[in-house]
């Protein structure tokens, strides 16, 4: 584990720096406070401290202030380290933001024992971010495909008409929806309807550009929402998804499957963007329109009224 030594005695420092890493410890060290600050507002910053509270330019007090004034991603465990020693000087610190304190001349199995302690509580907290970024993206996330689900491509369609609405740009919303999928489930089964499914996903996701963005938007639908693609683009490029749909059969364990998707799409003119539901309306009709045409095709929404 990284840990940052702020010490302006350099025999202090040279001590501290000897023992922790006999312990161990990746030792990053800082003559005064500003060289200190500086380490832990770096991108990757010690996770744990010890800060001496007397130091030129910034003291240790000061550091612990500016570190929970400002939000940050990880948690910095900071110990003060100090010759002050009466009980308000400890008080002070531990106000100020400290973590733990220790007092000159420290003990250096004391100090060993409380880097444990610091130890303990950076791993805990990198527990609970990961924990909450795993959550984080559960929740927009669909499990099957790995793709964003309903939620979160709504609100990349949001996004990215207010997107549009600012640089006068346009969006086209596209609404998929796999051709007779309930034959396949009922033919090969469950597991090899998923397989489907997944394959459908990675087709669409690998043939858009990175900023576009494809979601699962229920069953077996999908949402796509192609940035700056305009009346011109926006036909060809769903064109080619559904080709490369169509060509590539999916070699499951149990069997080698064809399927073929439909189509609506519908692409905003400069006069207007209209909402997101009536977006995803206009190409739930046009989609519609391709199931009732013979499926395996893309219907243009005859609400689009794209540019000149
Ligand atoms: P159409 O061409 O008219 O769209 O016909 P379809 O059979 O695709 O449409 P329908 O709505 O009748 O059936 C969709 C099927 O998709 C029914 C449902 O069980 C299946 N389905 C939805 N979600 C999943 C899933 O996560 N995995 C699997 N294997 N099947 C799913
Ligand atoms: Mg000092
Ligand atoms: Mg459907
Ligand atoms: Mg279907």
């Given at each position: 584990m990284r840990i940052l030594i702020a010490e302006d005695e350099s025999l202090v420092r040279r001590e501290l720096e000897v023992r922790l890493r006999r312990w161990g410890y990746e030792v990053v060290v800082a003559r005064d406070g500003a060289a200190a600050w500086d380490a832990l507002s770096?991108?990757?910053?010690?996770?744990l401290a010890i800060l001496?509270?007397?130091?030129?330019?910034?003291d240790g007090i000061e550091i612990c202030r500016r570190l929970r004034a400002q939000p940050r991603e990880s948690y910095t465990y900071t110990i003060l380290l100090t010759g002050k020693d009466r009980p308000e000087d400890v008080i002070a610190g531990l106000d100020a933001g400290a973590d733990d304190y220790i007092r000159k001349p420290f003990d250096v199995h004391e100090l060993e024992a409380r880097l444990r302690v610091g130890r303990r509580i950076v791993q805990l907290q990198s527990e609970l971010v990961s924990a909450r970024d795993a959550m984080r993206f559960q929740a927009m996330?669909?499990?099957?495909?790995?793709l964003p689900n309903r939620r979160a491509a709504l609100d990349a369609l949001e996004r990215e008409l207010a997107r549009a609405a600012r640089e006068r740009g346009c969006v086209t919303v596209v609404l998929a929806d796999v051709d007779h999928f309930k034959r396949v489930n009922d033919t090969f089964g469950h597991p090899t309807g998923d397989a489907v499914l997944r394959h459908v996903a990675d087709t669409m996701r690998t043939a858009v550009r990175p900023y576009d963005v494809v979601g699962r938007f229920g069953g077996e639908e999908f949402l796509l929402v192609l940035a700056d693609c305009d009346a011109q683009c926006a036909p060809r490029v769903v064109e080619r998804i559904r080709d490369r749909i169509a060509r590539e059969a999916v070699r499951t364990e149990q069997a080698i499957v064809s399927v073929t998707c439909s189509f609506g799409l519908i692409t905003t003119g400069p006069e207007g963007l209209g909402s997101a539901p009536a977006l995803i309306a206009a190409a739930d009709a046009a989609l519609y329109r391709a199931k009732v045409e013979g499926r395996n095709r893309t219907v243009v929404s005859q609400h689009a009224r794209p540019a000149a």
């Open positions: 770096a991108e990757d910053a010690p996770a001496d509270w007397m130091m030129p330019e910034l996330h669909d499990a099957l495909t790995g």
